[in-house]
């Protein structure tokens, strides 16, 4: 009905009709495009940045009853957004260097579309605010105080985020505020998660409250489609963790799915998205970067510049979490 709808008010419609050719056209387009090589799987399959079991297990769980990878990858961050003692994510996260936490996050489906609010204050679930932007408004993302207002118009709750551990640890930073992020320990464990349901259909979803004591209005990659996720149903899916300007500057999910559309393997597209960023980044060895990502057979991989980046993985063979491999060895 929407297409028809679409091709009546184009006028392309008539010249479908027409000729034939355009149609097929199209078709010849979409070839060119490339689609995955890979054997679809149809098993339901999880994974995630960091060794977060709780929310791969509600996904697989989500999954395992023929949920849709949608809703699966929604449940399962926002069991990070929930947990206080994961202080990169929703409520406990650390906040900004003027003591506000402020979160990003998106998502992405498996018909390419997306959503993602960044910015947001005092609201725990960035992340189904990001669902909500993609399902009720005519936009992808929507920032600070419009994000903010078009949750409380969708019923979500206001809540202080800030909590009393995270506090005390700002008010310790404040002491010298020396903005030197920790690899692996200070920042890193903002969620990232892609997942394939039973009908072989991908999506993925990231949320974060970005990098410690950031400059206030900072946004990361997290919540920017391509930067700190992407799907593509007929490909695969990538997602980020780490230092994301230099995830936004690489456009690494984007560019991870599209080597796999030319044929890496998701291991080999991480690696590669890896190495892209070193290559650009004089002082690579002073920051962290983690990549994971899957493809439409459910295959996974995962890589990042230093050991300690480790990915959760749920599938009908168990549920492991996997040291990734690294550019610098342990
Ligand atoms: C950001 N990529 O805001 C995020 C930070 C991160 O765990 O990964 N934190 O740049």
């Known amino acids: 009905m929407e297409r028809r709808k679409f091709l009546k008010n184009s006028g392309l419609g008539s010249a479908a009709i027409l000729g034939g050719t355009l149609i097929g056209a199209c078709k010849e387009q ?9 054997k679809i799987t149809k098993g339901p399959i999880v994974i995630a940045t960091w060794d977060v079991p709780n ?60 959503g993602a609010v960044v910015y947001l204050e005092n609201i725990v679930h960035a992340v189904s605010v990001a669902r909500k932007v993609m399902e009720e408004t005519p936009h992808v993302m929507l ?69 410690a004591y950031k400059m206030g209005g900072r946004i990361g990659d997290s919540p920017i489609i391509g930067a700190g996720l992407f799907v593509d149903n007929e490909i695969g899916g ?30 080999e597209a991480c690696e590669e998205g890896v190495r892209r960023i070193i290559a650009k980044k004089e002082n ?12 439409k057979a459910g295959e996974t991989g995962g890589y990042c510049i230093h050991p300690g980046f480790s990915y ?13 491999k690294s550019f610098i060895e342990a």
């Open 55 to 114: 929310a791969t297990a509600k996904a697989f769980g989500i999954l395992d009853g023929n949920g849709t990878s949608l809703d699966a990858v929604e449940q399962g961050v926002m069991m990070e957004e929930a947990d206080v003692s994961n202080q990169s994510v929703g409520k406990g996260g650390r906040p900004d260097r003027d003591g506000n936490v402020t979160l990003d996050a998106c998502i992405m489906d498996k018909d390419s579309r997306c």
């Open 143 to 211: 920032a600070g105080a419009g994000a903010k207002q078009f949750a409380l118009e969708m019923g979500f709750p206001e809540e202080d985020l800030l909590t009393d551990a995270s506090r005390e640890e700002w008010l310790e930073w404040k002491k010298t505020s020396q903005y030197k992020p920790v690899i692996n320990i200070e920042n890193h464990d903002t969620i990232g998660m892609l997942a394939i349901d039973s009908n072989g259909d991908i999506a993925g979803a990231c949320t974060t409250s970005g990098m």
């Open 238 to 267: 990538a997602t980020a963790t780490g230092m994301g300007e230099e995830v936004v500057r690489t456009v690494g999910s984007f560019l991870i799915v599209e080597l796999m559309r030319q044929g890496k393997s998701p291991q």
């Open 284 to 295: 690579y060895q002073d920051i962290q970067i983690g990549f994971i990502a899957i493809n």
């Open 30 to 38: 979409k070839k060119e495009i490339g689609v995955t090589t890979a």
């Open 312 to 324: 959760r993985q749920y599938s009908g063979k168990g549920h492991v979490n996997t040291p990734a």
